[in-house]
């Protein structure tokens, strides 16, 4: 946890303690086929410091994403030509935005659908009407926890890195003494035979 938060400082500091950066504009995603409710969330989410791009139903929000990379996906539940939970699941198991927090946008609240949402792969869920000031925390808290499993990944794959380099040094180093050891063994027996023969000629003399 230590390692986390010093990581994360670095990250907000800059490399020598500078103050930090400008925080960087999200990249996200809107689907929604409701055209009115596409750009008054949009233009909202403009105004948040978002860089929104829009996509009128599901098939159009999965050909975006295989040119754009995207922060944010913000999926409306009620889509028509291509369910939103069967976009997200494209979506998820087609790796086609990895690194993507995917929010859904409920018209009311729905356990069932909330539930049906959640196992397959959204990071969060809105009820409409909602507050863009509260949706703003919502959606840069999800992404800066997805930055700090980013962070822990890329330690646990220098870390593996570094032990699969270890044993390999080690194995090789295993090696090289199973090598000593069996040189060794061959110079002891050299050396007995070589006394054997002194002691067979000094025998022969005598």
Excluded: W
Excluded at 49 to 68: I, K, M
Excluded at 90 to 119: H, N, Q, Y
């Amino acid at each position: 946890m230590q390692f986390l938060k010093r990581m994360l400082a670095r990250q907000d500091n800059g490399p020598a303690g500078e103050p930090a950066r400008a925080q960087r504009r999200l990249r996200l995603l809107l689907v929604d086929e409701n055209p009115t409710a596409r750009d008054v969330i949009a233009r909202r989410l403009s105004h948040l410091a978002y860089d929104v791009a829009l996509a009128e139903d599901g098939f159009r929000a999965l050909s975006l994403l295989q040119t754009r990379p995207v922060d944010i996906v913000l999926i409306d539940m009620d889509l028509l030509l291509l369910p939103a939970v069967t976009v997200m699941r494209k979506i998820r198991s087609g790796r086609i935005a990895p690194d993507a927090c995917f929010v859904m946008i409920a018209d009311r609240p729905d356990a069932p659908a909330t539930v049906a949402a959640l196992e397959a792969g959204a990071d969060d869920l809105i009820v409409k009407p909602f507050d863009f000031d509260i949706l703003d925390a919502r959606l840069r808290h999800l992404c800066q926890r997805a930055e700090q499993m980013g962070v822990l990944a890329r330690h646990n794959a220098e870390l593996d890195a570094r032990i699969a380099r270890r044993a390999v040094e080690l194995g090789e180093t295993r090696d090289a003494l199973q090598e000593m050891e069996m040189d060794r063994a061959r110079l002891v027996s050299s050396i007995a035979a070589l006394h054997a023969e002194i002691e067979r000629l000094q025998s022969d003399q005598a």
